[in-house]
């Protein structure tokens, strides 16, 4: 009896000191869609702004308008003039009027040649999105081909807007001017005891600039206008991530306000970069990516000129991309590693990684679909150690 006590004893020393298996946490190598993004805060921005100025010297009335009211291409009233007769028929001034006609019509010309080429590349985008779309319906191309040339499209056709706005604002600086000399000739007949100037856009008046009756000289600044409906995005990236940002990428608007996110498309990387001061106090180069949203209007009526949002830059995407997750990957070395679970054990495995975001990466090779990987392994997971799986 004696022995048998001493020997259950001894066993059941044993038996506590046995090695337990490590409790882990894992998942399932798996297929399926893996974005390479790049994340930055950015803001709105009016894409096309007007400055109107003094066209000649005079005393200007007191401006009627605030900032955000309505203003109607050619119609509205945007400031009077009140014309000083000795400036008018001052030689000088007379001169100045004249070079300020010949400079707009410049301007026209310029535009309008800006708009025929815009136009004949709008035309070439629509043309071959026709092609490629009937392609796409008999199975010829595949849907990335048909994306990437849709958002080419829709890239010329901003364009195309952008450079019809501007061909009307040089048209009515043009006016302007010419309306202006005009005033300066004593041989023809005053339409008026004074000047008026229209709205060359249909908008709002986003600041006044001088809102108090004054004597002005030509060229004093007056109002801001713009059209907020015509938005585009701005964003400020590191210039080691803006090198991998083409033109035509998808840009993925979140946390905007509205309860769905937006889309867009990269237009734009600035060429030149800038020194800004991180909240850490260091000092870094970033880059402005300019970009169109895709949405109408109407999906995005309550966004404006200057508002917050965090976008996604997609620099890479895949549809089924084999995967593991990053919080499985530890550095083994100079190598990439993890730990699979096989027949109750953890294996330490070496693995080849390509493209990787903050939650995943794309296995290259190592694994395979259907393997389990441990992941957040603690120090007691090591090599050939028993593990169970949670």
């Known amino acids: 009896m004696m022995v048998l006590i001493a020997a259950g004893i001894v066993g059941g020393v044993a038996w506590s000191f046995r090695p337990q298996p490590v409790p882990v946490d894992a998942t399932a190598i798996e297929s399926g869609p893996l974005m390479v993004t790049v994340n930055e805060d950015g803001k709105t921005r009016i894409k096309e702004r007007f400055i109107v100025s003094t066209p000649l010297a005079g005393q200007l009335r007191r401006v009627e308008l605030d900032e955000g009211d309505e203003i109607i291409a050619g119609e509205t009233v945007l400031a009077t003039i009140l014309p000083d007769n000795p400036k008018l028929l001052d030689p000088r001034e007379r001169a100045e009027a004249e070079a300020r006609v010949s400079a707009a019509q410049a301007a026209v010309k310029r535009a309008q040649s800006g708009i025929d080429v815009v136009a004949a590349a709008k035309q070439i985008a629509e043309t071959q999105y026709e092609r490629i779309r009937e392609l796409h319906e008999k199975d010829a191309v595949t849907d990335d081909r048909l994306e990437a040339v849709l958002l080419n499209m829709r890239s010329k056709q901003e364009e195309h807007r952008a450079a019809e706005f501007s061909l009307e604002v040089a048209r009515f600086e043009l006016a302007q001017a010419e309306a202006a000399l005009e005033r300066f000739d004593p041989t023809e007949e005053a339409t008026g005891d004074h000047f008026e100037i229209r709205s060359p856009i249909s908008g709002r008046v986003l600041r006044v600039l001088q809102e108090s009756a004054a004597v002005l000289p030509a060229g004093t600044q007056l109002l801001e206008l713009g059209d907020p409906t015509n938005l585009e ?144 392994p603690s120090d007691r997971v090591q090599n050939g150690v028993e593990v169970l799986v949670r």
């Open 233 to 376: 995005l701005e964003i400020d990236v590191l210039s080691t991530d803006a090198v991998k940002i083409d033109p035509g990428d998808t840009i993925l608007i979140e946390h905007w306000g509205g309860e769905e996110p937006l889309t867009g498309t990269v237009r734009l990387i600035e060429p030149a970069a800038f020194t800004k001061i991180s909240a850490l106090g260091v000092e870094e180069q970033r880059v402005f990516v300019i970009g169109d949203i895709i949405e109408s209007v109407g999906e995005r009526s309550n966004l404006g000129d200057g508002f917050r949002f965090e976008a996604r830059i997609v620099v890479w995407s895949g549809d089924n991309v084999l995967q593991v997750p990053t919080a499985a990957l530890f550095r083994n070395g100079d190598d990439w590693s993890v730990f699979v679970v096989a027949e109750g054990k953890a294996e330490l495995r070496k693995i080849e990684l390509g493209h990787r975001n903050a939650d995943a990466a794309e296995i290259v090779g190592g694994l395979q679909a259907g393997e389990q990987v441990v992941v957040y």
